[in-house]
């Protein structure tokens, strides 16, 4: 029988609960390991006396890492009846065929790195993102940092899905990409072979991306490679200690509904108070950097006034 790819069979709603039991739970299996390798991280870093942890900090990652484990499990079959939709929906469904996971995942990736890239350029993207970003030391916990709302930014993946690829194949590549960002979050690996340094989101290309200082905003972008940073101009490499955080940290370390919320609650406010369309699309869909130097500047302004009066 020859071979073929393209014109697999739709796959039935009623056998939803069989394909839900047939993909492999990669990140739930993967949580143990991800634990042993944090506290041994932790107990290093306690024995040399670094200051790579904060207690609050700490515990806000874990509970953030805790609710976003809920939040994806309870997501999970509408996400799965959506890409099922999808694949009976188009005639070039590919067959099961585990290799068809290589471009896959290399498609994915292209389409995450524009999703990583426009939630740092649009405020209402980055209002799910900059839970990630809004720890002050890199360490592996930084990894269980991730928004309890980041499943919005399925719509940039909807592409991959309109290919064809099997449901199966698209959920395991989204596993097998989210826990590659596991190991990158550490200071314990530096600098690595220059080819890998060169294809790959290697610690010391991501640590740049977490930077806080002016050159290092908004570069490396890649998620598993960092080639795409290459070609779009974005590349960046580590040249002097990364401060890491954002540039207006946050006080509230440990309680994970802040961490997720505090930024759609200050978009909201501002949102509220901007005068005009124009202003409110700013503070919404606007530049997150361009919005912290207007409300700097505008926090300036008001100290003048108030100093004048005065």
Same mark, same amino acid.
Request: aromatic letters at 18%; glycine letters at 4%.
């Given at each position: 029988?020859?071979?073929?790819?393209?014109?697999?069979?739709?796959?039935?709603?009623?056998?939803?609960?069989? $394909?839900?039991?047939?993909? #492999?739970?990669?990140?739930?299996?993967?949580? %143990?390991?991800?634990? &042993?390798? @944090?506290?041994?991280?932790?107990?290093?870093?306690?024995?040399?006396?670094?200051?790579?942890?904060?207690?609050?900090?700490?515990?806000?990652?874990?509970?953030?890492?805790?609710?976003?484990?809920?939040?994806?499990?309870?997501?999970?079959?509408?996400?799965?009846?959506?890409?099922?939709?999808?694949?009976?929906?188009?005639?070039?469904?590919?067959?099961?065929?585990?290799?068809?996971?290589?471009?896959?995942?290399?498609?994915?990736?292209?389409?995450?790195?524009?999703?990583?890239?426009?939630?740092?350029?649009?405020?209402?993207?980055?209002?799910?993102?900059?839970?990630?970003?809004?720890?002050?030391?890199?360490?592996?916990?930084?990894?269980?940092?991730?928004?309890?709302?980041?499943?919005?930014? $399925?719509?940039?993946?909807? #592409?991959?899905?309109?290919?064809?690829?099997? %449901?199966?194949?698209? &959920?395991? @590549?989204?596993?097998?990409?989210?826990?590659?960002?596991?190991?990158?979050?550490?200071?314990?690996?530096?600098?690595?072979?220059?080819?890998?340094?060169?294809?790959?989101?290697?610690?010391?290309?991501?640590?740049?991306?977490?930077?806080?200082?002016?050159?290092?905003?908004?570069?490396?972008?890649?998620?598993?490679?960092?080639?795409?940073?290459?070609?779009?101009?974005?590349?960046?490499?580590?040249?002097?200690?990364?401060?890491?955080?954002?540039?207006?940290?946050?006080?509230?370390?440990?309680?994970?509904?802040?961490?997720?919320?505090?930024?759609?609650?200050?978009?909201?406010?501002?949102?509220?108070?901007?005068?005009?369309?124009?202003?409110?699309?700013?503070?919404?869909?606007?530049?997150?950097?361009?919005?912290?130097?207007?409300?700097?500047?505008?926090?300036?302004?008001?100290?003048?006034?108030?100093?004048?009066?005065?």
């Amino acid at each position: 029988m020859p071979f073929s790819l393209f014109g697999a069979e739709k796959i039935p709603f009623d056998s939803l609960h069989n $394909i839900e039991k047939n993909i #492999p739970n990669i990140i739930l299996w993967a949580v %143990p390991v991800m634990l &042993f390798f @944090t506290v041994i991280e932790m107990a290093v870093t306690y024995y040399q006396e670094k200051e790579f942890y904060e207690k609050k900090e700490t515990i806000g990652s874990i509970l953030v890492g805790l609710g976003n484990l809920v939040v994806t499990a309870a997501l999970k079959v509408g996400l799965l009846y959506m890409c099922i939709w999808i694949y009976n929906l188009i005639p070039w469904r590919m067959e099961l065929q585990w290799w068809t996971l290589i471009p896959c995942y290399i498609i994915y990736d292209f389409f995450s790195y524009w999703a990583h890239r426009v939630s740092h350029e649009q405020r209402f993207w980055w209002a799910t993102h900059i839970v990630h970003h809004s720890g002050e030391h890199y360490n592996l916990t930084v990894s269980y940092r991730l928004s309890w709302i980041q499943h919005l930014k $399925i719509v940039f993946f909807l #592409p991959v899905a309109f290919m064809g690829f099997h %449901p199966i194949i698209f &959920f395991v @590549t989204n596993q097998i990409a989210v826990l590659f960002q596991f190991w990158v979050h550490t200071e314990y690996i530096r600098r690595m072979p220059a080819w890998i340094e060169y294809i790959f989101a290697t610690p010391s290309n991501h640590r740049v991306h977490h930077g806080s200082q002016e050159k290092y905003i908004d570069k490396n972008f890649g998620a598993t490679f960092i080639f795409w940073d290459r070609i779009f101009g974005t590349f960046q490499p580590e040249e002097e200690p990364v401060i890491y955080g954002v540039t207006t940290n946050i006080t509230n370390k440990a309680n994970p509904f802040f961490i997720n919320f505090h930024e759609l609650t200050d978009m909201v406010s501002d949102v509220r108070q901007a005068k005009g369309f124009r202003k409110k699309l700013f503070y919404i869909f606007g530049s997150p950097v361009k919005i912290a130097e207007e409300k700097k500047e505008m926090e300036r302004q008001q100290l003048e006034k108030a100093s004048v009066a005065a």
